[in-house]
């Protein structure tokens, strides 16, 4: 196998020997299925399905994954090919890890008291490969997840490791007035230097998101046969299962649900001042009804509250993105 312009890559041949490794053995979930988790998680994602309460209740098919999670003791299960895979990557400079993608295949619906066994296998080892974060391998890892022993799904999952890619010189620019937020809060500000925000994950599922972003226009999904509003953009309805809608604009009125205050790491291309201070994120309720994540400016992020007004801008961050943002009110 080669690397670009015929140049053999020794790396990924050790790499690849790890395919159809096992990544876990035998795990067993930390909980059993439980109406207490399956309940907060419905709130955080302001799902109301009646399937997930009341004594028939099953969870959220999208769950799957939480029910094997190591939380923050971390995992016991994980077998050694795994970490001598990673020990590799790491070892050779491949430091940085980002999720790129997952893919989730329902078999089984998961009820209050399953007790959950998995098994992982390192499923696929890409070619090296450079992106605009750098140059890395792409590693797939499938799960079978099991309840009572029976097959209830599968998980994979794949994250890029990789050694980031040192950034391009670019020419500042000064934003053009119009509507948009300009100035402070652009993430160009003072001492930002080229900072630049990540790039929103565009497919076609949201690509109308962003195309009325791009035109000054919040728009909400609306389930034509209900008429449920939906955020963020899905496929279909989650309330009647219906593939068709069209959109509402959002009225740009809300108020902040909850909230937390970003200190660390450092992030300059967020914070207002542009020297990588704290930086408020909230989940903002529209007036709508809907809830979507994004930051508060315009007041001290020590100010922002549960409960506190704000009212949707549209802030150019550099000449290549513009994003929905808040502007709170301590009034």
């Not at 499938?142 to 890619?165: C, N, S, W």
């Amino acid at each position: 196998m080669t690397a670009g312009q015929g140049v053999p890559d020794e790396l990924y041949e050790r790499l690849r020997a790890y395919e159809g490794r096992a990544a876990a053995t035998a795990g067993i979930g930390k909980d059993r299925v439980n109406e207490p988790m399956i309940r907060h998680w419905c709130e955080a994602m302001g799902d109301t399905h009646r399937a997930y309460g009341g004594p028939d209740a099953v969870a959220p098919p999208t769950m799957l994954q939480a029910w094997t999670m190591g939380g923050l003791s971390g995992h016991t299960d994980r077998s050694g090919a795994y970490d001598e895979l990673f020990g590799l990557l790491d070892g050779a400079g491949y430091t940085s890890v980002v999720a790129t993608d997952c893919e989730q295949e329902y078999l089984r619906p998961l009820r209050p008291g399953d007790r959950i066994t998995f098994d992982a296998v390192i499923e696929a080892v890409s070619e090296r490969k450079t992106t605009k974060l750098g140059t890395g391998y792409f590693v797939t890892t499938r799960m079978d997840v099991r309840a009572q022993e029976e097959l209830a799904g599968t998980h994979r999952f794949r994250i890029l490791k990789y050694r980031p890619a040192k950034p391009k010189p670019r020419q500042k620019t000064t934003p053009e007035p119009g509507s948009e937020t300009a100035g402070t809060g652009t993430g160009r500000g003072k001492g930002q230097g080229n900072a630049l925000r990540s790039r929103p994950v565009i497919n076609r599922d949201n690509a109308g998101f962003w195309e009325g972003v791009a035109s000054h226009r919040l728009l909400i999904q609306r389930c034509t046969a209900c008429e449920a509003l939906r955020f963020p953009w899905l496929p279909g309805c989650n309330a009647c299962g219906s593939p068709d809608w069209d959109t509402v604009e959002a009225s740009g009125e809300g108020t902040v649900f909850s909230h937390v205050v970003m200190h660390h790491p450092s992030f300059p291309a967020f914070s207002e001042d542009g020297e990588g201070g704290p930086y408020a994120v909230a989940l903002i309720e529209l007036a709508e009804g809907v809830r979507m994540v994004s930051n508060v400016i315009g007041v001290p992020c020590d100010k922002v509250r549960v409960g506190m007004p704000v009212r949707l801008e549209f802030l150019r961050t550099d000449p290549e993105l513009v994003l929905p943002v808040f502007r709170g009110s301590e009034g």
